[in-house]
């Protein structure tokens, strides 16, 4: 029964390197409504991007249609490194725009500045920008940009009576861009001035390693909707709140400000985020690292259904989408092993990776896996995953595979299988191939997807 909430309507999926879980959101998709005629992804003709070396340029992409009709991409490279004073590798985010050819990406001023260092006369709060992974997520939405750095640190003190610390921890912070980038807001929802005396004793709901923003959404009514592992206890955390409280607050001025409207999973009954219900949760290091996929009940943060993975070590779980692929009307879940190894037929083992598609059948089960397994050595196939929408328009969504280290160049490949009434085309329907040079060494194509917008404005949906 549980899992027709995980309708189109309630979808949310995972993807967060952390220590036990990755975790995640994903939005449903809309994209049902376009005038789709037919497959319109120029693989001939692809568009050319690259960032600054060894950046992880293109770890995370979006799409960005401001008003004005011309697309963008917006493309994370959380180890770029910038210009901000004293900051080591903080990372950057790009705006890149569409067109054929290619054109120069360009730095997007989110934050120029260094570590802030407020000194007050009973407290002090520093915050700690190297190696951050600012743009390990983007997300766009009509003009806003949201784009996150989930290992930024902070440390708050307090001198009141005696001297009290929060200690330096990764909070994790999201940086939201305004008004055709003319205004930028700051939205850290675990950032806070909870103080520890003794380290080795828990404080209850203590966030103060919570690593906001390893997975984040801009819903259609605007709030921002950030995942956080919560490593230190192992829980998920979700936090949502709307923009405008965001721009109200002003958390780049005032860092310890708690954002009033703000919503937890983890809060107790009263401020459940009604549009939460369940979520999905990738643990590719879980049951003797043979992965599992958890969907979790968001509100008391309890497993309700666990799949297991095939094999040890294949990191089942690290990517995840939900999706309907047959059009019953009860999402499905696609799941990848990129690390998956197979026995080759001259008796050597090679490691291809693979992605097996879950169809429910019925509300909470699921059929026997359909399993699509790769082609490349070491190619991590299934690194990525993307729902495409219904791209050919026949009534059944269609999903982009990423093999981001695929191909004879290494510089990875997407892979597009068309959905039908039993799962997905054994075969990709198209593949493509990485846009960027081979001496530009974080290539990284197919990294991470996002699909089912009308990028070139064409009526057909694009992809990257
Ligand atoms: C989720 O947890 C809440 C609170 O414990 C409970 O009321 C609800 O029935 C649970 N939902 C499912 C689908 O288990
Ligand atoms: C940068 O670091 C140096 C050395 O630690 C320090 O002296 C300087 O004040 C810092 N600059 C800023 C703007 O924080
Ligand atoms: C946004 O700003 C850029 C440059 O500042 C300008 O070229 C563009 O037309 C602006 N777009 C809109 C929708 O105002
Ligand atoms: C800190 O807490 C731990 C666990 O409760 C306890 O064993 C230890 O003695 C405490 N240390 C101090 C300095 O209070
Ligand atoms: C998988 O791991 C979870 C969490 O540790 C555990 O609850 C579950 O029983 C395990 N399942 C199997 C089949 O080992």
Same mark, same amino acid.
């Given at each position: 029964m549980f899992l027709e909430m995980f309708s189109p309507k309630t979808v949310r999926v995972a993807s967060i390197p952390c220590l036990y879980y990755f975790l995640g959101i994903l939005p449903f998709s809309h994209f049902l409504f376009l005038q789709i005629h037919a497959f319109n992804l120029d693989a001939d003709k692809p568009v050319i991007y690259s960032g600054p070396e060894r950046s992880y340029f293109g770890f995370s992409i979006?799409?960005?249609?401001?008003?004005?009709?011309?697309?963008?991409?917006?493309?994370?490279?959380?180890?770029?490194?910038? +210009?901000?004073?004293?900051?080591? +590798?903080?990372?950057?985010?790009?705006?890149c725009p569409w067109a054929v050819g290619g054109s120069p990406c360009v730095l997007i001023p989110f934050d120029t500045e260094g570590n802030r260092n407020l000194n007050l006369a009973l407290e002090s709060m520093k915050d700690y920008k190297s190696n951050q992974w600012f743009g390990a997520t983007v997300k766009a939405d009509k003009d806003k940009l949201l784009a996150c750095a989930p290992l930024y640190h902070w440390k708050y003190?307090?001198?009141?009576?005696?001297?009290?610390?929060?200690?330096?921890?990764?909070v994790g912070t999201c940086l939201i861009a305004l008004q055709n980038f003319s205004s930028y807001a700051e939205y850290s929802p675990c950032r806070s001035t909870t103080v520890v005396i003794n380290e080795s004793k828990p404080i209850p709901s203590d966030r103060r390693y919570c690593e906001a923003g390893w997975s984040s959404e801009i819903t259609k009514d605007g709030d921002i909707v950030l995942g956080?592992?919560?490593?230190?206890?192992?829980?998920?955390? #979700?936090?949502?709140?709307?923009?405008?409280?965001?721009?109200?607050?002003?958390q780049r001025k005032s860092p310890e400000a708690i954002i009033s409207q703000q919503r937890q999973s983890t809060d107790a009954k009263g401020s459940k985020d009604n549009s939460y219900e369940e979520f999905l949760v990738g643990a590719p290091g879980q049951n003797d690292t043979k992965g599992s996929v958890i969907i979790m009940n968001s509100t008391n943060i309890k497993a309700i259904h666990n799949i297991i993975g095939e094999q040890v070590a294949s990191y089942f779980g690290s990517a995840v989408a939900v999706l309907d692929i047959n059009n019953d009307g009860r999402d499905d879940i696609v799941v990848g092993a990129p690390l998956y190894i197979i026995h080759s037929p001259d008796g050597q083992l090679h490691e291809v990776g693979r992605v097996y #598609?879950?169809?429910?059948?019925?509300?909470?089960?699921?059929?026997?896996p359909q399993k699509l397994t790769g082609t490349y050595r070491f190619g991590r196939y299934g690194n990525a995953l993307g729902n495409l929408g219904d791209l050919n328009r026949d009534g059944?969504?269609?999903?982009?595979?990423?093999?981001?280290?695929?191909?004879?160049d290494?510089?990875?490949?997407?892979? #597009?299988?068309?959905?039908?009434?039993?799962?997905?085309?054994?075969k990709p329907r198209q593949e493509l191939m990485g846009p960027w040079a081979s001496d530009s060494g974080s290539a990284r194509f197919g990294f991470s997807l996002r699909g089912g917008s009308d990028i070139d404005a064409n009526e057909y949906p694009g992809d990257v």
């Open positions: 979006d799409f960005y249609l401001p008003g004005n009709g011309t697309p963008y991409l917006v493309v994370g490279a959380p180890k770029a490194q910038t +210009e901000q004073v004293n900051v080591t +590798e903080g990372g950057a985010v790009f705006l003190v307090t001198r009141y009576m005696v001297e009290k610390t929060s200690g330096l921890t990764p956080a592992p919560v490593c230190y206890f192992g829980q998920g955390l #979700i936090a949502t709140t709307n923009i405008e409280q965001i721009v109200q607050t002003d #598609i879950y169809l429910q059948d019925q509300p909470g089960q699921f059929r026997q059944f969504n269609d999903v982009a595979v990423g093999a981001p280290f695929a191909g004879e290494g510089n990875g490949r997407v892979y #597009i299988y068309t959905g039908h009434a039993s799962g997905l085309d054994q």
